[in-house]
């Protein structure tokens, strides 16, 4: 069954950077792009962008560009997201979904915070 | 980029009664290649998104009857037929067919 499990709750100080891994199974990862979305606690959902699995070309929102990297493994089928200059408002659950959203991981907390 | 709306925003409903909400979006969602990228998802409380409908009316796997997708163009509806209580949650539709792809604001369902 597809499964796409993340890595754990991060605490981080405005100004670092975080770094989000998604690990899949259960499909080709290569076959799909890996979008990446964020949730603020209480609101919608907000798409910041997606990775091709396989060549690596990458898409972002443009509220983050210049601020997210997206990059891949695929020996292990782990995406991963990276978020640089972090705000308080960056504070969210940040999620990873393929393909095509029909599997999601169970999201990240990322908390920014002095 | 393409806004999407939703009403209504809250939807309180029975048990065993329908439910429906509609989402419309700034701009047609017909991709060049013929398809339209409307999906629908639910979100219960402290989950995941899940994803119930794609390219506008296509029930995903494991997903109950009783959801409905429908619409063209501009112009989309979630039906559920008979409310349940693990219904409960946020639905939200999303377009995937321009980049960046956006999503509605969200509607809350919840039993009266």
């Known amino acids: 069954q597809v499964q796409l499990v993340q890595s754990g709750a991060e605490v981080k100080k405005p100004g670092a950077s975080v770094r989000v891994s998604c690990k899949t199974s259960g499909y080709i990862f290569t076959d799909y792009d890996i979008n990446w979305v964020r949730q603020a606690t209480g609101q919608g959902l907000e798409c910041m962008g997606w990775?091709?699995?396989?060549?690596?070309?990458?898409g972002f929102a443009q509220k983050f560009q210049g601020r997210v990297t997206m990059t891949r493994n695929t020996s292990i089928s782990t995406a991963y997201m990276e978020l640089s200059s972090l705000r308080s408002d960056d504070t969210a659950v940040y999620y990873c979904a393929s393909p095509m959203f029909g599997y999601w991981g169970q999201g990240t907390l990322v908390t920014v915070s002095s | 980029d393409v806004v999407m709306t939703q009403s209504p925003l809250s939807l309180p409903v029975t048990l065993g009664q329908p439910a429906s909400i509609s989402c419309r979006s700034s701009?047609?969602?017909?991709?060049?290649?013929?398809?339209?990228?409307l999906n629908w998802f639910q979100q219960r409380p402290g989950q995941s998104p899940r994803r119930l409908i794609h390219k506008v009316s296509n029930r995903d796997s494991g997903v109950p009857d009783r959801f409905s997708g429908s619409g063209s163009g501009t112009d989309f509806t979630l039906k559920i037929s008979r409310v349940e209580a693990e219904d409960v949650g946020v639905y939200y539709c999303?377009?995937?067919?321009?980049?960046?792809?956006?999503f509605g604001p969200g509607t809350k369902v919840d039993i009266k």
């Open positions: 990775m091709n699995s396989d060549s690596g070309d990458t």
């Open positions: 999303m377009q995937g067919t321009h980049w960046p792809f956006t």
């Open positions: 701009q047609s969602l017909v991709y060049s290649d013929g398809d339209t990228y």
